[in-house]
């Protein structure tokens, strides 16, 4: 009895201490509650620093009167975790959208304007609109409704928090496809990012299609046959 009651205790110690960070994360789209805010997004971007791949932008507007137990920094989560989120985010979302900008793009614009348009598509496909908008890190000043960029925003904020697990899990998603084109590569592993074996194959093979010839790792092997 004295196990059974000790377990007892530890799950319900555990579901106070998710409660109470739920509660944390979700503080500052409260605030702005208070402030008149009803439809509140977040918006945050995976695949910034990968040398292959697009960029995406996920958004997301969350349902703030059930918050998800478990939700958090995609960074900061299991694959499988991520998924299971993922998947009740779409589920119980006012509104919710996802947005890749691709390689060629990137290299045309840069990375980071390629970052703000997805970022901007993504707010634009919600519906209903929001009317304000909480970013990690990047402003939109194009903005019809007030942008809070905020650094970290996504373990700081509950709504941005949902817009990187999408995003990462999208592009997850995107890779492993890239991974059957070029199997190389190793793009299911690494998702694109500059680990040993993909700059190893970059020096072996040259760039794919799906890679960012700007970057700085990859320009120098641009003279090898490609792939």
């Known amino acids: 009895m004295r196990g059974a009651g000790g377990h007892g205790f ?40 990968c040398l292959a791949g697009p960029v995406v932008a996920g958004a997301v507007i ?33 509104a919710w959208a996802v947005v890749p900008v691709t390689a060629a793009v990137i290299d045309r614009i840069n990375v980071l304007e390629a970052t703000r348009s997805a970022m901007a598509q993504a707010v634009a496909r919600l519906s209903p609109a929001p009317d304000c908008v909480l970013v990690d890190a990047v402003a939109l000043p194009e903005s019809q409704v007030p942008v809070l960029p905020l650094v970290r925003a996504d373990g700081l904020a509950y709504a941005v928090a949902c817009a990187s697990i999408l995003a990462k899990v999208e592009r997850d998603d995107c890779m492993v496809g890239l991974d ?25 093979y040259g760039p794919t299609p799906e890679h960012r010839l700007t970057f700085r790792s990859v320009l120098p092997r641009q003279g090898a046959a490609r792939a």
């Open 62 to 94: 969350p349902d703030l009167e059930r918050p998800l137990p478990g939700v958090d920094d995609s960074k900061c989560l299991s694959p499988a975790r991520r998924r299971r989120l993922a998947q009740a985010i779409r589920e119980t979302a006012v």
């Open 180 to 204: 059957r084109c070029y199997p190389q590569y190793g793009f299911a592993g690494h998702k694109g990012y500059g680990a040993p074996r993909h700059l190893e194959a970059l020096a072996a």
């Open 10 to 49: 530890a799950a319900l110690q555990a579901l106070a201490c998710e409660g109470w960070r739920l509660r944390l994360l979700t503080g500052l789209e409260e605030s702005l509650r208070l402030s008149g805010y009803r439809r509140i997004a977040g918006v945050d971007e995976v695949g910034r620093g």
